[in-house]
């Protein structure tokens, strides 16, 4: 399945963009999806730290991905 | 607990976040104002840009408000970031917090900003005369 992802800050100077579209076999988890991010953009394997929010909310590695989840990559943070 | 969380992208008020967490009832405010500092490792910022992936920003502080309020017993909890081109001295982020007592609310307010700097999602990139960096993304 096709999977539309956003970027911020840094993730977006990666992709060099502010989303991309994956594609990735049904049932995919997170850690599928971030293993794929650092083959393909090997610079993420460079930062101190890399998520992926779904849906709004920080996803365990084993969530799984589906259809329409508004999948975001976070990398570390820096607010206040 | 009564809340207000807010991102903005013009400059904040330390009144209005203050009024935020006013209560009668309270015996203490503490209020954190962070600033953007002028600079880092010996070299001179010239600005910041700050961005965030704002409903998720907006849930997340959010959230460390309600976890606060379940570790301390709190009135009110304001917690006010901006976003977008900051100088050197403006203010980043303002956190009130109203409790009882003293105690709580220092307790509390410390607890937010060092939650809010490891969860929000909200990034920043420093400007420097020869250069730019995303801050804390590499170790």
Same mark, same amino acid.
């Given at each position: 399945?096709?999977?539309?992802?956003?970027?911020?800050?840094?993730?977006?100077?990666?992709?060099?963009?502010?989303?991309?579209?994956?594609?990735?076999?049904?049932?995919?988890?997170?850690?599928?999806?971030?293993?794929?991010?650092?083959?393909?953009?090997?610079?993420?394997?460079?930062?101190?730290?890399?998520?992926?929010?779904?849906?709004?909310?920080?996803?365990?590695?084993?969530?799984?991905?589906?259809?329409?989840?508004?999948?975001?990559?976070?990398?570390?943070?820096?607010?206040? | 607990?009564?809340?207000? +969380?807010?991102?903005?992208?013009?400059?904040?008020?330390?009144?209005?976040? *203050?009024? *935020?967490?006013?209560?009668?009832?309270?015996?203490?405010?503490?209020?954190?104002?962070?600033?953007?500092?002028?600079?880092?490792?010996?070299?001179?910022?010239?600005?910041?840009?700050?961005?965030?992936?704002?409903?998720?920003?907006?849930?997340?502080?959010? #959230? +460390?408000?309600?976890?606060?309020?379940?570790?301390?017993?709190?009135?009110?909890?304001?917690?006010?970031?901006?976003?977008?081109?900051?100088?050197?001295?403006? +203010?980043?982020?303002?956190?009130? =917090?109203?409790?009882?007592?003293?105690?709580?609310?220092?307790?509390?307010? *410390?607890?937010?900003?060092?939650?809010?700097? *490891?969860?929000?999602?909200?990034? #920043? #990139?420093?400007?420097?005369?020869?250069?730019? =960096?995303?801050?804390?993304?590499?170790?």
């Amino acid at each position: 399945m096709k999977v539309p992802i956003k970027a911020f800050g840094i993730a977006k100077e990666i992709i060099g963009g502010s989303s991309i579209v994956v594609e990735i076999p049904a049932g995919s988890q997170v850690t599928d999806l971030l293993q794929l991010l650092k083959e393909q953009y090997p610079a993420f394997k460079e930062l101190a730290s890399l998520a992926i929010a779904v849906n709004a909310t920080y996803a365990d590695p084993e969530q799984e991905i589906s259809t329409g989840d508004e999948v975001v990559i976070i990398p570390p943070v820096a607010g206040g | 607990m009564v809340k207000d +969380i807010q991102l903005l992208t013009s400059p904040l008020s330390l009144e209005t976040c *203050q009024a *935020q967490a006013d209560d009668p009832t309270a015996g203490g405010t503490v209020l954190f104002i962070g600033t953007v500092r002028n600079h880092t490792s010996g070299k001179t910022v010239l600005r910041l840009h700050f961005e965030a992936y704002e409903p998720m920003a907006i849930q997340e502080m959010d #959230k +460390i408000a309600v976890q606060a309020s379940e570790q301390w017993p709190l009135h009110r909890v304001a917690i006010h970031h901006r976003t977008g081109m900051l100088l050197p001295g403006d +203010i980043a982020v303002i956190i009130a =917090v109203s409790a009882a007592h003293r105690a709580e609310a220092f307790a509390a307010c *410390q607890y937010a900003i060092d939650t809010l700097k *490891q969860t929000v999602p909200i990034w #920043k #990139k420093e400007f420097f005369e020869d250069g730019e =960096v995303w801050v804390a993304a590499h170790p």
